[in-house]
């Protein structure tokens, strides 16, 4: 398996953009987390799903943050409009039972927003 | 709720140092608890978990309910275990897996 895949890996935008984080699970995981990562505020939970279902999104900053898993192999980060504030990097991880839960995290997708 | 402190935003230690990194954490039942590793330009992957009692890289974490904490240690740093290292607790009571991960703490290892 490729691990967790995340695309693209890095984007530029300008404020006001819509900007869509694309991530692909390790296959047979039954729970994806979203994440993002800032100098000033570490690593923090946005919102995770389990089985294609949001558990918990209260890590979402605000109504411009939406995401989806439409299945159980996809599942998307959406910011709509994008602002500066919002640049940081943002992972995926999935994780299984099986796998004692252990959170196997993708690349990363670096976003920059101008 | 769940917690994770690790109060040392920052640690820099020489090459052959002692090296310890703290991890206070609050949950009220049976947590599970974890490190995790970053290095530079790389994807966050897990170093240890205490149920495993293992030691990786020359790591070890002991788990210690009393005073609810799981320090990483090494006895001898290296210069190539400079990275961010983040403790991270599940709840047992959690069904879908989740993790509250710390702040971060970022080691430098000196030459």
């Known amino acids: 398996d490729a691990g967790v895949i995340q695309s693209p890996r890095h984007e530029v935008t300008e404020m006001g953009q819509e900007v869509t984080l694309r991530c692909k699970p390790i296959?047979?995981?039954?729970?994806l987390f979203w994440y993002r990562q800032t100098m000033m505020r570490g690593l923090e939970l946005l919102i995770y799903?389990?089985?294609?279902?949001?558990?918990?999104d209260s890590g979402m900053p605000e109504d411009r943050f939406s995401a989806k898993m439409p299945n159980a192999s996809f599942s998307t980060l959406k910011i709509q409009p994008s602002e500066p504030r919002d640049s940081a990097v943002y992972f995926c991880?999935?994780?299984?039972?099986?796998?004692?839960?252990?959170?196997?995290f993708g690349p990363g997708t670096r976003l920059t927003v101008l | 709720a769940q917690r994770v402190t690790q109060p040392e935003k920052l640690l820099s230690v020489f090459k052959g140092a002692p090296v310890e990194l703290k991890c206070n954490y609050s949950?009220?039942?049976?947590?599970?608890l974890f490190w995790y590793v970053q290095y530079s330009r790389q994807r966050l992957q897990l170093l240890l978990r205490?149920?495993s009692r293992e030691s990786i890289k020359g790591f070890t974490a002991d788990l210690n309910k009393g005073e609810t904490s799981f320090h990483l240690k090494k006895p001898f740093a290296q210069e190539e275990d400079s990275a961010m290292y983040y403790c991270?607790?599940?709840?047992?009571?959690?069904?879908?897996?989740?993790?509250?991960f710390g702040d971060g703490t970022t080691l430098t290892v000196k030459p």
């Open positions: 205490h149920i």
């Open positions: 949950y009220s039942g049976s947590p599970e």
């Open positions: 296959s047979g995981h039954n729970s």
């Open positions: 799903f389990n089985n294609n279902v949001p558990i918990d």
């Open positions: 991270a607790l599940m709840g047992l009571k959690t069904n879908a897996g989740k993790s509250t």
């Open positions: 991880a999935s994780s299984s039972r099986d796998h004692y839960n252990e959170q196997f």
